[in-house]
Every structure is written in C-alpha cells, then in structure tokens.
C-alpha cells in the first residue's frame, strides 16, 4: 500500500512539476509575444521618423526658392505666381509643415534668430526677414526677426 502511495505521490510532484513547467513556458511565451508586438510597434514608429527627417531635409533644399518667389510677390501682382505659391504653401501644409507666425509676438530665442534691434516695443518682432517652419511642431528652421527696443 505503502508502494502505491508513493507512485501516486511521485506521479503527483510529476504532474504538478509539469504543470509549472507548462505554466512557466506560458509567460515565457506571453512575454516573447509582448516583445514582438513592442519590435513591430517600434519598427513603424522608426520609419515614421526616416520619412519625417527625409522630408525635413529637402524641405530645407525647398524653402529658399519658396523665399525668393514670395519675395517676388511683393513686387509683382501675378495671378500665376500667387496661385502657384498657394498651391506649394497648401502641399506643405497638407504634409505636416507650417509657417511661423512672428510679426507682433515676442521674441522666442528657440524659434527665432535676431538679425537686428530696432526702435519698437520691447522684445516684441516688429519685422520678419526670413520666416521660419515647424514640421509636425517641430522647428526645423527658425525665423530671422528684428527686434523692438523702447528709445533707441
């Protein structure tokens, strides 16, 4: 009798130690799944990020030609030209890229360079030189500004 109880007790520890082993390659399965799933997220989320810097970086080639034909809009009324600057400001726009607004805001020193101190509200831009652009909220060329100053 002795002898079956103790099979049975073996067989017992024998099942439960599978069980713990069955348990035990159950989390190891979850957590390899969960490891996967973050890699996949992480992969997309890196590629985003490459588009995003590709994009920044001919946006960068970009905007000087931008600069010279809304430069030319000051100087010359064309309906062409107006309407193929609205169209590229519109693409941009639809991208992820916008333009600063500066003129009657204060000086920011992280989105903004100062070109010159003129006579005018203290810390105030009175006049934008070169505008600046976020992509997605994030700078990636500031505005060159003139700045106020009270009794120059």
């Not at 390659?25 to 890196?46: H, I």
């Not at 100087?75 to 992820?96: C, P, R, W, Y």
Request: aromatic share 4%; glycine share 6%; net charge negative.
């Amino acid at each position: 009798m002795k002898k079956k109880n103790e099979k049975k007790h073996e067989k017992n520890k024998e099942v439960e130690g599978s069980e713990n082993k069955l348990e035990e390659l159950e989390n190891q399965l979850k957590r390899t799944l969960a490891d996967y799933q973050n890699l996949e997220k992480r992969v997309v989320e890196d590629r985003a990020q490459w588009i995003k810097l590709a994009n920044k970086q001919l946006l960068l080639k970009i905007l000087p030609a931008l600069d010279n034909l809304t430069r030319a809009q000051e100087h010359v009324n064309d309906t062409g030209l107006n309407m193929s600057v609205g169209q590229i400001f519109n693409a941009l726009k639809e991208e992820g890229v916008e333009r600063m607004e500066t003129i009657g805001k204060e000086f920011d020193p992280n989105a903004m360079e100062c070109i010159q101190v003129i006579d005018g509200e203290d810390g105030i831009v009175i006049e934008e030189t070169r505008p600046g652009y976020k992509l997605y909220d994030k700078l990636i060329r500031p505005a060159q500004v003139k700045v106020g100053k009270k009794d120059l």
